[in-house]
């Protein structure tokens, strides 16, 4: 048998406060921005699939019951009772919660109340600079604020997390900016900005990239829809050696690229997270695609999970599923020893994120599960 190690869910956010309605649950579920096909719900995806048969029984019903069912169930309970057991019901013992999504979303310390766990704040830097914009009236102000937010932000997160890349994929650039630039692009910004606009000048976020990279705190990158390879390598090349780590997020349907260059280069690192929350059934397939590629300590655990528990439990049983068909399958083979199957998971499972963010050993949780 292979124990299941504690799980360290590096990339996660909150969940919300208040009950949803059977149409804004549903859209939780959906990859994109349009409708589901006619005739049909989010629930008809491998994710939707997945919360019913894995949630469903921490309510106290039958898995695979109708979506309607396990939401009346959900309301009788209470947002409060209903987000308890499923955030307990996970496994999870620390979130590691960005906190830069608009929202009424629970913050760490509700998180880890909630789900009887521990939890620690990434700070996402645009959010950063934009609320450093709305007090700064003069470039020069801006970007000494801006500066001195980055530093104190550092003090106190545990990672910083960035959309640069997918905003603009000039913003990746393999140098820094010049103060001149930076200080005509702060100008253009605050000139034009409308209250509440988001950060999208390329100039300014190659900066606000840098300055993070200066801080030494590991650097999380979502990598959006794209391919990146095509977007991340000259900036992962151009921070070797700088003692920041990179941790690519949400690389799925390119997470062969994302777990390429964390074998390329070495202060780089892949999140599993979304890839095998989207495919569900299939997740099996596709952490055994990415353990093809990329060394064993550069892989992390995530759920991804934003506003519905449902999300946090469905990351972390899929996860350990996969675990246990890939690595049990390799162990049965005899291509790996049991020894080694429970080292590759205690790593992947929470032993790597300890090690990139810099955290303690958590306590074992009481009923220590078994794959």
């Known amino acids: 048998m292979i124990e299941t190690p504690s799980l ?7 969940v919300f406060r208040t009950e949803l309605g059977l149409g804004t649950f549903e859209t939780q579920l959906g990859r994109g921005g349009g409708p589901p096909a006619p005739g049909t719900t989010f629930f008809d995806t491998q994710t939707g699939f997945a919360v019913r048969r894995l949630c469903p029984p921490l309510l106290g019903l039958d898995p695979h019951c109708p979506p309607a069912r396990y939401l009346a169930r959900r309301r009788d309970l209470g947002v409060i009772e209903s987000g308890r057991r499923l955030l307990r019901g996970s496994g999870i013992t620390t979130y590691l ?43 020069d102000a801006f970007l000494a604020n801006l500066a001195e937010s980055v530093h104190t932000a550092a003090a106190g997160a545990v990672a910083f997390a960035s959309v640069a890349g997918v905003r603009h994929p000039l913003a990746l650039a393999a140098r820094p900016p010049g103060l001149g630039e930076v200080r005509g692009a702060a100008r ?4 034009d900005r409308r209250v509440g606009g988001h ?64 074998a390329v280069f070495p202060h780089v690192h ?10 569900g059934a299939r997740a099996a397939a596709v952490l055994a695609e990415i353990l093809e590629l990329a060394p064993f300590g550069k892989l992390l655990f995530s759920s991804g999970a934003h506003g519905l ?50 955290l303690p050993e958590a306590r074992q949780p009481s009923d220590r599960r078994e794959l």
């Open 309 to 358: 528990p449902e999300l946090h439990v469905v990351g972390a049983h899929l996860f350990r599923e996969a675990l246990e068909r890939v690595l049990g399958a390799w162990v049965e083979e005899g291509a790996w020893s049991l020894a080694d199957a429970r080292r590759v998971a205690g790593l992947l499972a929470a032993g790597n994120a300890r090690r990139v963010y810099g």
């Open 270 to 279: 892949a999140d599993l997270g979304p890839a095998l929350v989207r495919t």
């Open 8 to 14: 360290v869910d590096q990339y996660c956010h909150g």
């Open 188 to 191: 253009r910004w605050l000139g």
């Open 97 to 139: 919660v960005d906190t830069g999504l608009p929202g009424d979303l629970t913050g760490p310390g509700e998180l880890a109340a909630a789900g009887d766990a521990e939890a620690r704040e990434i700070v996402r830097l645009e959010l950063l600079a934009e609320q450093v914009a709305d007090t700064s009236g003069t470039p």
């Open 199 to 262: 950060l999208a000048d390329p100039v300014l976020l190659r900066h606000l990239l840098w300055v993070a990279v200066a801080s030494g705190l590991p650097l999380q990158l979502h990598t959006g829809a794209g391919d990146p390879q095509a977007h991340f390598g000259d900036f992962a090349r151009a921070t070797e050696g700088l003692g920041t780590d990179l941790v690519l997020l949400h690389g799925y349907p390119y997470h062969r690229s994302a777990a390429h260059l964390a």
